[in-house]
């Protein structure tokens, strides 16, 4: 697999981006006091991609009004209420997902990203029969607050029998940030005390047999997605890439808030978004609506995402 280069993304655009992440955390707790009821619906879902298990985890949930703020940053309100009204969704609010995948070899149970703090994603995998206790491995897409917030609860690790796997260039960056970076922060507090048992890949590298990684970077500086394969069958785990169905995966270049370098953002949607489509492969997307499997065609100048039903259904 050939490497990618990596776009330059700027500290100051990171930090900017940065900043605004305290709205994305906030999706799992503010519902309450904003009176917004969340619909129950299962925390668990399994997928068979050959002989392995994978389960996508609702590891939290929420609604949240003003969604441009947050998506189609760079188009009036006039398209992105049109955009919105042909895809049947409201245009002034939305609901948030958080949804980190288990993947089970026979062998190995490798848990990708544990959202956000305050235990969600011990609860999912509660819900798949699974314990923090059985996690062999944690791969990290990327260390965003939503995805690192479950490697450890007051201090103390979670997952304690598991090996770390994150992207070299991702790890690299977010540690080097001085004190008082909110994201620099909490991977100070909850990846580099595990450092030592970390493994960092680069662009094509192998994370286990089945498992291999590839450059996505845009949304972070070394946001990584990973294909999964077995017995010939093959899933996408997308996390970040394209964070709604619509107005990121529809609408690749809309710009997303917490895109660091919009361009390169947008750029590898496409790129990705592309391939799935060209090659059929169905994707996972860490906030795309819970199970958060489905397909991409290529629909006018964006992508048309219709949602897995029974395809890969365990046997």
């Not at 879902?45 to 003003?66: C, H, K, M, N, P």
């Not at 946001?223 to 890439?241: K, P, R």
């Not at 029974?310 to 046997?315: D, G, L, S």
Request: negative net charge; proline residues 6%.
């Amino acid at each position: 697999m050939a490497k990618l280069s990596s776009p330059q993304i700027s500290r100051r655009a990171m930090l900017a981006s940065a900043a605004a992440l305290p709205l994305v955390p906030a999706l799992a707790t503010t519902a309450a006091a904003e009176g917004h009821a969340t619909s129950p619906m299962p925390k668990a879902r399994d997928w068979a991609i050959g002989d392995f298990t994978v389960t996508t985890l609702l590891a939290g949930s929420s609604q949240r009004d003003e969604p441009q703020g947050t998506f189609g940053m760079n188009v009036s309100p006039e398209e992105f209420a049109a955009v919105s009204a042909e895809n049947f969704i409201p245009a002034d609010t939305y609901q948030g997902y958080f949804t980190p995948v288990l993947v089970r070899t026979g062998t190995e149970t490798i848990l990708f990203d544990t959202g956000l703090p305050g235990g969600g994603v011990l609860a999912a995998l509660g819900d798949a029969g699974v314990s923090a206790e059985d996690v062999t491995h944690v791969v990290l897409t990327h260390m965003h607050p939503d995805h690192i917030g479950g490697m450890a609860a007051d201090g103390a690790e979670v997952f304690t029998n598991a090996a770390y796997i994150a992207g070299a260039q991702e790890y690299n960056f977010w540690s080097g940030m001085e004190a008082g970076n909110r994201v620099g922060d909490m991977v100070a507090a909850n990846v580099t005390p595990f450092a030592e048992k970390m493994t960092f890949v680069e662009d094509g590298g192998e994370v286990r047999p089945g498992i291999t990684a590839m450059a996505a970077f845009g949304h972070t500086p070394g946001h990584m997605v990973y294909m999964i394969e077995s017995g010939g069958d093959q899933l996408l785990l997308t996390a970040d890439m394209a964070n709604h169905h619509v107005w990121s995966l529809a609408q690749p270049d809309w710009e997303v808030r917490f895109d660091a370098d919009k361009a390169a953002a947008a750029a590898t949607r496409r790129r990705i978004l592309g391939m799935a489509a060209a090659d059929q492969v169905p994707i996972a997307g860490y906030h795309l609506p819970f199970p958060a499997v489905g397909y991409v065609e290529t629909r006018g100048d964006g992508f048309r995402w219709t949602p897995a039903t029974y395809q890969m259904m365990p046997a």
